[in-house]
C-alpha cells in the first residue's frame, strides 16, 4: 500500500516532518518498507497565516508581521500593502530559492536576515516571484502578495495546495492481514487522528436529485449472497469519457496507478482512499434480455464457462467462481476484474457504477485458482468494510459528476437480504492494568477506545464502569474479544511508554517442565556425538509412511496435497527426505538425528508418542584418516557404536542388542536389529541398513543406516542417578583367548556365556578381531577376545587368573560349541 505525505493531510492535519510521520506510522503497527521524496516546484513554499501586521520601526513602507508557518510563528518583514492580519499566504522559508529573474544568472536563495534592523525569517511571496497567474488558480489579480482562499490548510506545501506535483514524500507501507481497513488513506489518518486529536476530514459525497429513479433503470438479483452479501448498483448518464485532471492524474502515478481516463481513475481514487473497490460498467452495453430493463445477475459460475477479463485473458472457471452477469453474458469477475465486453471507453455515455461486499474466502479461492491477483482481490480477500460500499458510491458518484459531467439517477439499487448486526465486546478495565503492567483509570481508557471511533455501549447494573461493553465500527473487522481492545489502548498509550518491569514473585513455586530438560539432555548428548539435528515434517505423503499398513496411519480428511495426507508414523521418511535434500546439493556425507512426535492409530485409538531417531551415509571422516576410502565410510558398527553410546550416557542400564533374520526384517531393512530391555522383554527400538531399492527411491546412492528408539520408553526407565568410582589401585592381568565357533554365534551370545561362568576378578571383555577363510572351515568364524582380571584389595597371582580363567573356556565350550585355537 502506497500512500503520499501530501495526499494524507487531505483527510488529517498533522504537522510533523516525514520522519516523523515514519517513525509515528511504525509506532502504531505500520510498517514503512520505503520512503521516496519527490521533488518538484514551490519547494519550501507554505500556506502561512499572518497574524499581527504592524508598523516598521524604521521605514514607513515596510511591516513588521507575525505568521503561522503551521510549525510554529516566525517574524517576516513585508513591503507590500494588500494583506492584512488572518489573510492566508505563500511563504518561503529560509534556505529555499526562488526561481532566476529575467537577466539573474543564479536564483535567489532566502536567507534569515536583517530589513532596516528588524530580523526576517523568510519571505511573504506575490503570485509574480512564484511565476503563478492568479486568475489562473481562480484568484484575484492585484499587486502585492498572492491571497489565498480562506479553504488554504495552514503548514501545507503550496504545491500541494494548488493540485501542482510539487514535492511530496510516498510511502510504501506492509500492512498485516489482521488490518484490512488500514488499506485506505482514511484508515491511516483515522490511526493518525486517534493520536493527534484532530478530525477527520471525511470527503464530500454530497449527491444532486436526480431526474430519474435508479429502480426504473436496473434490476439486481442476488443468486450467491453467501459469495456476495451486499451489492449496490448507481446509474450516472450522459457522462463524458476522456483524460483525468492533472492533480487526479498525479495522485494515482505517485501511488504507482496508471491513469486510464476519467471514470475508471474515480473508481481507482476511491478504492485508495476508502479501501472499498468498485468497477464501472458501460450500461449501454448491459444486456436486457426478457426483462423490463437491464438486470444485473450476481451468480455461481457454470463449471467450465469461460470468460475474459479486461486484461484480454481467457478463464476456465469452475462453480466456486462469482460472476457478475446480465440476462445473457456475464461481465465481471466478482471482486476480481471486470469483462472486456463491457469496459468503459471513450464511446462510453451512460455508466452503471458497481459497489459491493465480497466474502474474503470465495475471493481468495478465485484470485489464487486463475492467478490473478488485482487490487481489489487484494483488499477484498483480507476483508473490506461490509457497511462500507453506499458511502463509497456515493463519493465516486460525486467525483464523476465533478470531472465528467452527466446527470445521476435518484438513488441506488442495493440488495442487501442480511444486514450485520453491530459488533459488541465487553471490556473489564482492571484486565487492561492486569495484561500491560499499567494503572490507568476507566476514564483513561474508554479515551483511549474513543479515539478509535469505540464508544461504550452499555455498562453494567447500577451505572458501575465494570465492566463495559464497546460497539465495533464495521471496518475494524480485526477486534474480535477483549485482548484485542487491549492491545488498541497499548498502541494508544505508547508501546514504547510502557515500562519494563520484573515478573512478579508467585505465590508459591512454579515446577519446572522436567520432561522439556530431559529431552534437551538428549538433544544434547546426540549433538555432542557429532550428529547434526533436523526438523522434519509431521505431515508425509502415505506412499512414504514406512511401509507400516494402512490401518496403522492416520490420514487427513482434507489434505493440502498429496505429498501431505497422514500424521507420520515413524521419524525415519523424514530424515531420508532430509538426506536427499543434502545430496541433491553435494552434501553427501551426514549424521543426522530428530527427536520428535509421531502418530499411530492402533485398533481405533490414537497413539501420540515422542521418539528419537539416527540417519547415518557417507564418509565419517577423510579418507587420509581414515587410512583407506573403505575404512572411512559409515558402516553398521557406527550406527551400533552411536546408540550404545547415548544409551550409556542417557542413562540406560541393561539394554541389549540382537540381530534379525534377513526374513525379520521386512520392506524397510536389509539387515536389522532390536534394542530391547528386560532380557527382551520391553522393545526400545530397532536399527539397521535401510533396503537399498528403498534408498534408490529417494536417490540415496550410498548404503544408509538408520535407528529409530521409543523417546517415550527412554524416558520412563531413564536411570540418571551417577556413580563413581575409584581409580583401581592393584594392577591388572589379561589374557586373551582365540577360539573358532558357528558363524551364527553373536558377540551377544559370548557375552550371556561369560556371564554364566560367573569367573571371579573378571573386569572386562572385549572382541579384538573377527577372521573367516584360510583355515577355518567353511560356516564357522575365529573370534579373538582378550579378558580382563583385576582385585579392588590385592594383587592377583597367576594362580588366582588360572582358575577363573578355565570357567570362562569351559563355558565357552559347553555354550557356543568352541574350539580354542592355539
Not at 473508481?267 to 426478457?290: C, K, S
Not at 520484573?502 to 515446577?511: L, N, S, Y
Not at 583385576?790 to 563355558?811: F, N, S, Y
Amino acid at each position: 500500500m502506497k500512500v503520499t505525505l501530501n495526499w494524507l493531510r487531505q483527510y488529517v492535519d498533522f504537522n510533523w516532518t516525514p520522519e516523523e510521520l515514519t517513525e509515528r506510522l511504525t509506532m502504531l503497527g505500520l510498517e514503512v518498507e520505503g520512503v521516496q521524496k519527490l521533488g518538484g516546484e514551490f519547494e519550501g513554499v507554505v500556506v502561512a497565516q499572518v497574524i499581527t501586521r504592524d508598523k516598521h520601526p524604521n521605514a514607513d513602507k515596510l511591516s513588521v508581521c507575525r505568521v503561522n508557518d503551521g510549525q510554529g510563528e516566525r517574524q517576516i518583514v513585508c513591503g507590500a500593502q494588500n494583506f492584512q492580519a488572518g489573510d492566508k499566504v505563500p511563504l518561503i522559508l529560509p534556505g529555499a530559492t526562488l526561481p532566476p529573474k529575467p537577466g539573474d544568472k543564479e536564483p535567489f536563495v532566502i536567507k534569515v536576515g536583517k530589513i532596516r534592523g528588524v530580523e526576517s525569517h523568510g519571505m511573504m511571496c506575490s503570485g509574480e516571484e512564484l511565476g503563478i497567474d492568479p486568475e489562473s488558480i481562480g484568484l484575484k489579480k492585484e499587486d502585492g502578495l498572492l491571497i489565498l482562499g480562506p479553504d488554504a490548510v495552514v503548514g501545507r506545501p503550496l504545491a500541494a495546495h494548488l493540485g501542482r506535483g510539487g514535492s511530496d514524500v510516498v510511502y510504501d507501507l506492509e500492512v498485516t492481514p489482521n488490518r484490512p481497513d488500514l488499506n485506505s488513506l482514511l484508515g491511516i489518518a483515522r490511526e493518525i487522528a486517534a493520536i493527534t486529536g484532530n478530525a477527520v476530514r471525511v470527503p464530500s459525497d454530497t449527491l444532486p436529485a436526480g431526474d430519474t429513479d435508479a429502480s426504473s433503470l436496473v434490476g439486481v438479483e442476488l443468486e450467491a449472497a453467501d459469495l456476495c452479501p451486499r451489492y449496490v448498483a448507481r446509474v450516472l448518464r450522459g457522462v463524458r469519457v476522456g483524460p483525468s485532471p492533472d492533480w487526479l492524474r498525479s495522485a494515482l502515478e505517485k501511488v504507482g496507478m496508471r491513469s486510464i481516463n476519467n471514470v475508471v481513475d474515480v473508481t481507482n481514487y476511491v478504492m485508495l482512499e476508502t479501501g472499498q473497490p468498485l468497477h464501472a460498467f458501460d450500461f449501454r452495453l448491459i444486456a436486457r434480455g426478457d426483462r423490463a430493463v437491464p438486470t444485473l445477475r450476481v451468480r455461481r459460475a457454470l463449471e467450465g464457462e469461460k470468460f475474459v477479463t479486461l486484461d484480454g485473458r481467457e478463464h476456465t472457471l469452475s462453480a466456486e467462481a462469482l460472476l457478475i452477469a446480465d440476462p445473457e453474458k456475464a461481465i465481471a469477475l466478482g471482486g476480481v476484474m471486470g469483462g472486456q465486453n463491457t469496459e468503459v471507453s471513450a464511446q462510453t455515455q451512460d455508466i452503471l457504477l458497481e459497489a459491493a461486499y465480497f466474502t474474503p474466502t470465495g475471493i481468495r479461492r478465485t484470485s489464487k485458482k486463475l492467478g490473478l491477483r488485482t487490487d481489489a482481490s487484494y483488499r477484498f480477500e483480507r476483508g473490506a468494510d461490509p457497511l462500507g460500499a453506499e458511502a463509497a458510491s456515493r463519493r465516486a458518484a460525486h467525483l464523476i459528476l465533478e470531472l465528467a459531467g452527466g446527470t445521476l439517477a435518484s438513488g441506488s439499487v442495493e440488495v442487501h437480504p442480511t444486514p450485520p448486526v453491530p459488533r459488541q465486546i465487553t471490556l473489564r478495565h482492571q484486565k487492561v492494568n492486569d495484561l500491560l503492567g499499567l494503572r490507568l483509570a476507566p476514564a483513561e481508557v474508554e479515551l483511549f477506545l474513543g479515539q478509535l471511533g469505540l464508544r461504550p455501549a452499555s455498562r453494567s447494573a447500577g451505572g458501575s464502569s465494570e465492566p463495559a461493553s464497546f460497539t465495533i465500527p464495521s471496518y475494524r473487522v480485526d477486534l474480535k474479544r477483549e485482548a484485542d481492545l487491549i492491545e488498541e489502548v497499548a498502541r494508544l498509550y505508547g508501546v514504547d511508554k510502557i515500562p519494563s518491569t520484573a515478573p512478579r514473585q508467585g505465590r508459591g513455586t512454579h515446577p519446572f517442565d522436567e520432561r522439556y530438560d530431559q529431552i534437551m539432555a538428549a538433544r544434547r548428548l546426540l549433538a555432542g556425538l557429532g550428529l547434526n539435528e533436523t526438523q522434519g515434517q509431521t505431515l508425509i505423503a502415505h506412499a512414504s509412511a514406512g511401509g507400516l499398513p494402512a490401518a496403522t496411519t492416520l490420514s487427513l480428511s482434507n489434505p493440502l496435497s498429496s505429498d501431505m495426507d497422514v500424521l507420520r508414523p515413524s521419524l525415519l521418511p523424514g530424515l531420508l527426505d532430509v538426506l536427499r535434500h543434502n545430496l541433491r546439493r553435494q552434501n553427501t556425507d551426514c549424521a543426522l538425528f530428530e527427536i520428535g512426535r509421531v502418530f499411530r492409530s492402533e485398533q481405533g485409538v490414537v497413539r501420540e508418542g515422542w521418539r528419537v531417531a539416527i540417519a547415518l551415509t557417507g564418509a565419517r571422516a577423510p579418507g587420509f584418516w581414515a587410512g583407506s576410502e573403505r575404512d572411512a565410510r559409515f558402516d553398521i558398527q557406527d550406527l551400533k557404536g552411536l546408540v550404545e553410546e547415548f544409551l550409556e550416557h542417557f542413562g540406560l542400564r541393561g539394554y541389549g542388542m540382537r540381530a534379525r533374520a534377513e526374513s525379520e526384517s521386512g520392506a524397510l531393512y536389509i539387515e536389522s536389529g532390536t534394542v530391547t530391555l528386560g532380557g527382551g522383554k520391553l522393545l526400545l527400538g530397532e536399527l539397521g541398513q535401510v533396503h537399498p531399492r528403498l534408498a534408490r527411491d529417494y536417490d540415496l546412492r550410498d548404503p544408509v543406516f538408520v535407528a529409530e528408539l521409543d523417546l517415550d520408553q527412554l524416558l520412563a526407565r531413564r536411570n540418571t542417578a551417577r556413580s563413581f568410582k575409584a581409580l583401581a589401585a592393584y594392577p591388572a592381568i589379561r589374557r586373551d583367548i582365540a577360539m573358532i565357533v558357528p558363524e551364527s554365534v553373536t558377540h551377544e551370545a559370548v557375552l550371556q556365556a561369560v556371564r554364566q561362568s560367573k569367573a571371579a576378578h573378571l573386569e572386562s571383555v572385549e572382541l579384538f578381531d573377527v577372521f573367516r577363510g584360510g583355515h577355518v572351515p567353511a560356516g564357522q568364524k575365529s573370534l579373538a577376545y582378550a579378558l580382563t582380571y583385576r582385585a579392588a584389595e590385592r594383587t592377583l597371582t597367576d594362580a588366582d587368573v588360572a582358575g577363573a580363567h578355565e570357567k570362562v573356556v569351559a563355558q565357552f565350550r559347553q555354550s557356543l560349541g568352541a574350539t580354542l585355537r592355539e
